[in-house]
């Protein structure tokens, strides 16, 4: 026991000293707070008078604001992602229809242990604005989820692998909350008796992502986020999100987004959001 924790503390001290003879050569103005922050608008309208071959007048619109806070330092890397988006349509008679709603802000932690697999803590937070409807073949509306209601809350802490900015990924031990206060089927199993408000999960996390340009004006980027409770290891939830962007001008740019999720407790089924259209972007800072 002994001889394996002074190899272990061997290694670290190494690796910290051979860390820190080549972060000695990295200039000083690198390090410190950088941000970015984007707007965006999507607008799609079509409008019809005396149109022989038929057609709805329809109105859509998503609002979109995304962006990172890095503060990096010698031994240290802290970033936050957030982004914040809403949108509706408009279709004829039937009224304003939300299209996507979404609060999604992560903050990761880490320590620069190694050039490539480095120790970190997170945690991210999942919600969204307005109130959520399904619609029957009538068009009834009923109400199925609302402000923080649910609300998902991840901490992690494991190891995170980096390879140049086109590929990271980390794995780490997470405790995945569930909060609701009226929707509770959201933090229920399909089929449990007992009715609860609040869900805690201990499991695995892994999270990967993917920033790769494909060509000068395409981007492609990537998240897939797994979680795996330790009481149901064969129900993995799936979270992934998929994005390729071409940038026409300055501020034009044309994207198409789709997302996968896969969660047993709020649908047997996979979920699977589309979306296609043109954006104005414009850079913040």
Request: contains cysteine.
């Amino acid at each position: 026991m002994r001889s394996t924790f002074i190899l272990f503390f061997c290694a670290f001290t190494l690796s910290a000293f051979a860390q820190d003879s080549t972060k000695a050569l990295t200039p000083p103005d690198t390090f410190g707070w950088k941000h970015t922050l984007v707007s965006m608008l999507t607008l799609t309208q079509s409008s019809y008078k005396d149109w022989a071959q038929g057609g709805d007048d329809a109105l859509a619109y998503t609002g979109t604001i995304s962006g990172k806070s890095v503060d990096d330092e010698q031994m240290t890397n802290w970033t936050t992602t957030y982004r914040f988006a809403f949108g509706q349509a408009n279709l004829a008679n039937q009224g304003a229809r939300k299209t996507d709603d979404a609060i999604d802000v992560s903050s990761v932690y880490l320590y620069k242990l190694d050039k490539y697999v480095n120790p970190y803590i997170s945690v991210a937070l999942l919600s969204q604005f307005a109130p959520g409807y399904t619609y029957d073949d009538s068009g009834r509306a009923t109400q199925v989820s609302k402000f923080f209601d649910p609300g998902y809350l991840t901490e992690a802490a494991g190891f995170g692998y980096t390879s140049g900015p086109q590929f990271k990924t980390r794995l780490g031990f997470a405790m995945r909350e569930v909060f609701t206060s009226e929707f509770t089927q959201y933090a229920n199993d399909p089929g449990a008796t007992q009715i609860v408000k609040t869900r805690v999960d201990g499991g695995l996390q892994s999270v990967t992502e993917v920033n790769l340009k494909i060509d000068d004006n395409v981007l492609f980027t990537a998240k897939l986020d797994l979680f795996d409770a330790f009481k149901s290891f064969k129900q993995i939830i799936v979270n992934s999100d998929n994005t390729i962007t071409a940038k026409v001008s300055k501020y034009i740019s044309a994207g198409l987004d789709v997302q996968f999720i896969n969660d047993h407790t709020v649908s047997t089924r996979t979920q699977i959001k589309e979306g296609l259209g043109l954006n104005l972007s414009y850079s913040i800072f």
